[in-house]
């Protein structure tokens, strides 16, 4: 199925086993359209009017197509005039009153949405992120790891310090809520889980912290945020897509996921003969300074794994790993 963001290894494929990728046209084999909405406009006096708001924001997003759609954190409750209801009055089990109305939608035009709630287990409540398929279904959530102080004394509970992967359809995903964006273990836990794609609903916007996230961890990270700009940032931490003073609402934008991050040293080396036979097929793009080279496959016949192999190169994850091995060879 390709070569993911980083540490997809060779053998195994990047996009879940028996699930079938939903044929969209004029596309590239593993392009995924991403929508992610801010705050702005989605107000209400209770979380169904919220909710409605959302649902009626997506549907002037569905020309797009959108593989899957990003909602900010406790979106329900954040839009309430007049300040939240208490935890408990404002959570659920999935998929229920609050998530119904975007199943639906995630069923009428088959895309997934990530939607942050409060949800409850066993008398505990949780700042959570549900993940919706594109039949309607919840596959599962994550749980806000780092809470703040705030929000543990309006009753909700940490999530496990394992934050869990998603598969669908394109790649894999995973989540980090807001404050997490602190703790740096989290992000790299979902890097080495093999994540591809990292959603961040948020309360505010993060700036720069979230593109030096996308480029440590050499995934793609999609924020959704409260206040501040909502953006995509591409495995290599530049921005491809951004809300702005004219585009308030969100972004929707493809993220190529058939690319590879490299150690540009020494397999830049090789990247004439590979342009020279792949041509516009193939583009290498190479940050001089940080020495890094991202090689991405423009065609639908064209692996990127296949050309790692025929060339004989390792991703950047490989490349670490493999001189770990050797230092801790000469260190014994």
């Not at 593993?30 to 909405?37: F, G, H, M, N, Y």
């Amino acid at each position: 199925m390709g070569l993911g963001a980083l540490t997809v290894s060779r053998s195994a494929p990047a996009v879940a086993k028996n699930i079938e990728p939903v044929a969209r046209k004029n596309r590239l084999p593993r392009e995924v359209w991403i929508a992610s909405l801010t705050q702005e406009g989605l107000r209400g006096n209770n979380y169904k009017e919220v909710v409605k708001k959302a649902v009626r924001r997506m549907e002037q997003i569905a020309v797009y197509q959108p593989d899957i759609i990003c909602l900010p954190e406790a979106f329900h409750v954040a839009g309430i005039a007049g300040g939240r209801p208490p935890v408990s009055e404002s959570s659920e089990v999935p998929i229920e009153p609050i998530t119904r109305p975007l199943a639906e939608y995630a069923k009428k035009h088959s895309c997934y949405v990530v939607a942050p709630i409060y949800t409850k287990e066993k008398g505990k409540y949780y700042n959570a992120a549900v993940i919706i398929d594109r039949d309607g279904r919840s596959i599962g959530e994550y749980r806000k790891t780092r809470l703040t102080i705030g929000e543990m004394e309006r009753g909700l509970t940490p999530g496990p310090l394992e934050p869990p992967v998603f598969e669908t359809d394109f790649g894999k995903i995973g989540v980090q809520i807001c404050f997490d964006i602190e703790w740096l273990e989290g992000w790299q836990r979902l890097r080495k889980s093999g994540a591809e794609i990292v959603f961040w609903p948020s309360a505010f916007g993060g700036g720069r912290k979230l593109n030096m996230l996308a480029a440590l961890n050499q995934y793609c990270v999609v924020s959704s945020t409260r206040k501040g700009i909502t953006k995509i940032c591409d495995i290599s931490g530049e921005d491809i897509a951004w809300s702005g003073n004219w585009q308030k609402w969100g972004v929707c934008a493809p993220v190529n996921l058939e690319k590879a991050f490299l150690h540009a040293w020494p397999y830049c080396k090789r990247f004439k003969d590979i342009e020279a036979k792949y041509g516009r097929k193939i583009r290498i793009k190479t940050f001089h300074e940080e020495e890094w080279s991202i090689i991405e496959s423009r065609s639908a016949d064209v692996k990127v794994v296949d050309v790692l192999k025929e060339f004989e190169m390792k991703t950047y994850a490989e490349h670490m790993m493999a001189a770990e091995v050797e230092q801790e060879k000469h260190r014994k």
